[in-house]
């Protein structure tokens, strides 16, 4: 937090000389007060209480005025530095390393940016101006009373051990318990995402008595650590009542003495009284703020947690530049989701320059993971990945991803298609509409570019959604693009253009192809089969398919279920609409990919000439 205040020291300062100022006034009332007492008991005429009550209308005038203008110094200050902390926030949420926020679960993340949020605000709003007013009442007030005699000042102490022993006790207790209520809300939160998200699975195979015990059991544990909060803040109102009266019996008690010995002025005691009891709001304040206090640093705590964590893009930051059209080297790469259960084992491969590989193999063999890593959204275990000469991160500017799970941003279209770019004009996300087959359709729309679309918006279709995508990718213009099943998503009617788009958004460039349809596989330079973690063939297709291993058992099962006129095409690098690759992509029965029939595989060293197929690409990424 000193960090986010520090650029803002100067309104700062004004905020805080400001309410000196209003404090100060405010503390003259009191010895008025004591005046008129005076006045009173020596039996003096009314008008000698003129100036005192005038000086009073005019004490209370000027201190509502400079308390206004310094809480909203104050308050303006804790705004600037909220704000900038979401900012910090935001940008540092979407670096996170994926498998970070998959292991926390969305319903953390959703937590802290909504929940953990509203109670920094809060205290911001509300704790922040009301704190540092009440520090310096007390301490001005503290030293208003050793003015009048320092055996008053000696006596409201008596409170302050009471006082200090209970805010101790209270914050020993407190932290640890606001911090598991955020991690209690955040997992009861996290069950109510993935209960009402998969509802329809939940139907389907009858959990809903299961999915109901487990919400129970996550609301339960919230309501008791609530119920704790509220009992702990209970007895810390009672010690609070118990330190007032306490101090306030012995200021009494040294006022009576005082004027007895004639020390002092009943109107004098008076005052001292007053000033004790006028302590009873800024210290009840500042010490009840530390509930507010409490919950927010809780809150503040797990904002900074993810403020703090180092962006990936900060250690790309540091690489150096592509020097020329990148090529992606893999080596010894293992990696695992959960530790001690790797996904992939080892993987070795090289794609040269300009060359487009694929990625085929059964679900679960390791093709995601291994698009992942060379995309950037994770870090590998151990081994290595690299893109020319640098480290892939997940900022875009050398890698591409575009995945079967697309997002539709609410707003108009143009403004979606221009987060990859914001400075694209009109003309430029037209071209990019029209090279992904879109512009057609776009033109039809209510507003053209105009039109709202996402949430709230124009619904669109999954193949139009995943053509916007494309689109973006070909306004980001990234040297390397990984295609994680990209068209998977499209019906049968909708195959065919978006295995068009995606070809001309991959001309030109570098290229790994996570492979749902084998006649995707036969259009590629080089052919990679992955089973188990690892790659057990690789070639080009008619390599592969004379080697008559493991990809060729694929493609003729695949083969077999087509018409020979699809089966040609497809092998010339035509992508015949709804061609699947049979049970998710991988063997004919949905199992593991068989062996190569006792045949190596050629897997030939792949030379550093980029592919004639494919032109070498710009130096740098755009």
Known sequence: MRELLRPHRVLAGAGFAVLVVAT????????LLGRIVDLVTRHRSPDALTWPVLALAGIALVQGASTAWGMALVSRLGETALARLRELFVERALSLPLDRVERAGSGDLNARVTRDVSRVAEAVRTALPELAKSGLSIVLTLGALALLDWRFLVAALVAVPVQAWTARWYVRHAVPLYARERIVTGAQQQQLLDTIGGARTVRAYGLQAEHDRRVTARSRAAVDLTMRGVRLVLRFYGRLHVAEYLGL???L????LLVRDDAVSVGTATAAALYFHSLFTPVNTALVLLDDAQSATAGLARLVGVVDVRAEEDAADGAAPVTGPPGVVVSGVTHAYVPGRPVLHGVDLEVRPGERVALVGASG????????LVAGLHRAESGSVRVGNAEPDASGRLVGLVTQEVHVFAGPLAEDLRLTRPDADEAELRAALAAVGALEWVDRLPEGLDTVVGEGGHRLTTDRAQQLA????LLADPPLVVLDEATAEAGSSGARVLDEAAERALRGRTALVVAHRLGQAAAADRVVVMDAGRIVEQGTHEELLAADGAYATLWRAWSGSRSPGESVRA????????????AGGGTPAGGRVPAAKGRPAPVPPPSSAPSPAHPEISEAPR
């Open 470 to 473: 494309l689109a973006r990718l």
């Open 249 to 251: 019996a012995a200021v």
């Open 253 to 256: 008690l040294t006022g009576f």
């Open 571 to 582: 092998a010339e690098g035509g992508v015949p609409a709804g061609d699947a690759t049979p």
């Open 24 to 31: 100060a006034v405010g503390l003259l009332t009191q010895p």
């Open 365 to 372: 063999a390791g093709k995601t993971t291994l698009a992942k």
